[in-house]
């Protein structure tokens, strides 16, 4: 009896581990045809250097450097940067995103907030690349008060000294833009009056006239540069994966202090936000369409 007992659980054994073998198997069979079918998704999360999702916590999902949202009162405040979200006007809340909890402006006021762009965003002050993605869902006409508006803003001084950044323009009907502005004192040596009214600073823009986005309705952005700190830097603008405009010979240098730099979001903008992604290098153009279509989102690159 003891013999067939023995004989019996040999077989069970046997078997059970055979079927573990099989689903492994069958698991990593799975896993290299996806990434064979895919291979956009490795070579997007290996440029990967940030992403908010937001749906747990407004801090960072990934990053190589501080994930962690700071709000400060000015720019200038540096020392007095709060860490966390500290804005009244600005909540995170549960669907209110593209693909689940989502950042919600309501209101323009003072104060900022921002990751840290130390190795967040990779600079070089020889050759530099990458890009940003985001979702913004608002009705420009009715939804923004009146004044510049800027969902992201990426620099150590401001929008006309070394900054990237996309806005819309001040009135309705409103234009969105892509600014890829370098060094003031470079461009604009003789300053006379308000530089975004100066025809220079205009001429450096990228705008897209009646952007896609509605009320209801979410629009990925994608901003993608090449080759900052050359002779042949280029910046171009893509709305849900179509290149809308790109501007090329961007030779102005882009110098910053590093540790200073931000990574801001919101200013003066009062709508929706979701998704936040940075890469460090630019992407190509099945990259950007791949993001674009993610079902959900980029934490699909992490999962």
């Known amino acids: 009896m003891r013999t067939t007992v023995f004989i019996f659980l040999t077989i069970s054994c046997l078997y059970s581990c055979k079927q573990k073998a099989h689903q492994e198997k069958t698991t990593t069979d799975v896993t290299e045809e996806v990434s064979e079918t895919n291979p956009t998704l ?22 190589l450097g501080d994930g962690r949202m700071y709000t400060v009162p000015n720019r200038q405040a540096r020392d007095s940067a709060e860490v966390g ?6 909540r995170r ?44 869902s608002l009705d420009p006409a009715t939804d923004l008060e009146p004044g510049y508006c800027d969902p992201i803003q990426i620099t150590d001084s401001g929008y006309n000294d070394a900054g990237i950044w996309v806005d819309f323009t001040k009135e309705n009907p409103r234009d969105f ?28 823009l990228t705008p ?16 993608n ?21 790109t501007r090329t010979n961007i030779d102005t240098p882009f110098t910053w202090d590093y540790p200073l730099s931000n990574i801001y979001l919101g200013l003066g903008y009062i709508g929706l936000m979701d998704d936040l992604s940075i890469y460090n290098r630019n992407l190509s153009e099945d990259e950007i369409g791949t993001l674009y279509q993610l079902e959900n989102g980029v934490q699909t690159l992490l999962d």
Not at 85 to 90: S, V
Not at 190 to 196: A, F, I, R, V, Y
């Open 42 to 63: 490795t070579t997007l999360k290996e440029a990967l250097t940030l992403h908010a999702s937001f749906d747990s916590s407004v801090d960072a999902d990934f990053a």
């Open 93 to 136: 809340e549960d669907g209110k995103g593209k693909y689940g909890a989502g950042l919600v402006f309501t209101e323009r006021s003072p104060g900022y907030i921002y990751y840290p762009s130390e190795n967040n965003i990779t600079y070089n002050t020889e050759n530099w690349s990458a890009a940003i993605s985001f979702w913004l």
């Open 225 to 245: 540069f090449s080759g900052l700190n050359t002779e042949n830097g280029e910046a171009s603008l893509y709305l849900n994966g179509e290149l809308q405009g």
């Open 177 to 204: 833009r892509l600014g890829a502005i370098g060094d003031r004192d470079v461009w604009n040596p003789n300053p006379e009056g308000p530089d975004n009214e100066n025809p220079i600073f205009n001429a450096r």
């Open 208 to 223: 897209v006239s009646n952007p896609p986005f509605a009320k209801g309705v979410w629009t990925h952005v994608l901003i």
């Open 85 to 90: 979200l500290h804005k009244p006007d600005i």
